[in-house]
């Protein structure tokens, strides 16, 4: 079969012959795949910097997506950690780390959507206490999960949700998502007072950024609470501004935040497959804005070099 194959870390996967994957474990059997997302988890994947990677190769990348399985039926699978991925003709899936979908789904649509999308699901459902009426600040608003984030934290109820990010141009288009207030992280003071004058009284902070503006931010808002015995839950989702991050102590002492983390670990498998079904059917029924582009697998190479700063998800279709 034809697969998407990384023969080295630090070099693009090429389109080239790979062996069929054969079913192995119990509840394993080969599908169709039609979808695959080209997220940052999958680069990371493919590069060998993920914290679960083990150096193993040749690998196909791709830890998610959408297939046909023998009986017709389409099914969003997420793999484990395997060197047999998503971005392939066929894949091996686990039945029970999959969703069977209805039959008019779009795949390219829910192969874009899950990952970023179970980002702020998962983390407002399992990580967080989080409450219909509450306030969400969501840092790094522009990506595909914090585009996301928006609509699912609106969805959740969210009173208000601040959204911010360091491209001005984009923002605008956030509000039409539903967020209530926008904020540029230009590293300006102005920015800063704005950013925690409308923090003053948030009650969840999603975060794709940390490393020096989760730093900034927190520098901002902490000292703008309007009650520093009202807990700020600091969810840590993603990285793409530094791994580590200067987070000021006194932040941690001035108010009542607590900072946790949502991911592969810190929520189980299992958790993460109770949310499954409900978040393929919002995105089945269309209750988000999704940006796809989907690109022949065979073009692998040109999708790895067009994805980063990409606004629109690249899904690549075997
Ligand atoms: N833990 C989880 O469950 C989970 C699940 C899914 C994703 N994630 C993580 O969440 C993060 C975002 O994913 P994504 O799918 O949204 O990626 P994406 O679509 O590539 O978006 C990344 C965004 O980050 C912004 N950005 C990059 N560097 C920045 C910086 N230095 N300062 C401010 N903004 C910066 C970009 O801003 P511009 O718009 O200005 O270019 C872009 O909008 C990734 O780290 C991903 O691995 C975590």
């Known amino acids: ?43 990371s994947q493919a590069d060998g910097s993920h914290y679960t990677s083990t150096g193993e190769l040749p690998l ?84 595909n999960a914090g585009q996301l984030a928006v609509q699912v934290a609106k ?46 009284d948030a009650d969840v902070v999603i975060d794709y950024l940390w490393g020096q503006p989760a730093a900034d931010a927190l ?10 015995g009202q807990q700020l839950t600091w969810l840590q989702i993603g990285s793409v501004a530094g791994l580590t991050s200067p987070i000021p102590s006194a932040a941690l002492r001035a108010a009542r935040l607590q900072i946790v983390g949502s991911g592969q670990g810190s929520v189980s498998p299992r958790a993460i497959l109770t949310e499954l079904p409900a978040l393929a059917a919002e995105i089945t029924r269309g209750t988000f804005q999704v940006n796809a582009r989907a690109v022949p697998l065979a073009d692998v190479e040109q999708a790895w070099a067009d994805a980063p700063g990409s606004s629109r998800r690249i899904v690549l279709v075997p």
């Open 1 to 43: 079969m034809k697969a998407a194959v990384v023969a080295s870390f630090g070099t693009a996967p090429r389109y080239e012959d790979f062996p069929a994957p054969a079913p192995g474990g119990a509840g394993e059997i080969v599908v169709d795949v039609l979808a695959a997302g080209l997220h940052p988890r999958v680069r």
């Open 60 to 143: 196909v990348p791709g830890i998610d997506g959408v297939g046909r399985d023998a009986d017709g039926r389409l099914r969003y699978f997420i793999l484990p950690d395997t060197t047999i991925g998503a971005m392939a003709e066929q894949t091996v899936i686990d039945t029970r780390r999959s969703v069977v979908l209805p039959g008019d789904s779009d795949p390219v649509a829910v192969a874009a959507a899950m990952n970023p999308a179970m980002s702020s699901w998962v983390g407002l459902r399992q990580r967080v206490a989080f409450e219909s009426g509450q306030k969400v600040l969501i840092l790094g608003a522009t990506g």
């Open 155 to 200: 969805l959740f109820g969210a009173s208000e949700v601040i959204a911010a990010g360091r491209d001005a141009g984009k923002l605008p288009g956030l509000t039409d998502l539903g967020a209530t207030e926008t904020v540029v992280l230009d590293g300006s003071p102005e920015a800063a007072a704005q950013l925690g004058h409308a923090a003053r």
């Open 219 to 228: 520098r901002a808002i902490i000292p703008a609470r309007a009650d520093d």
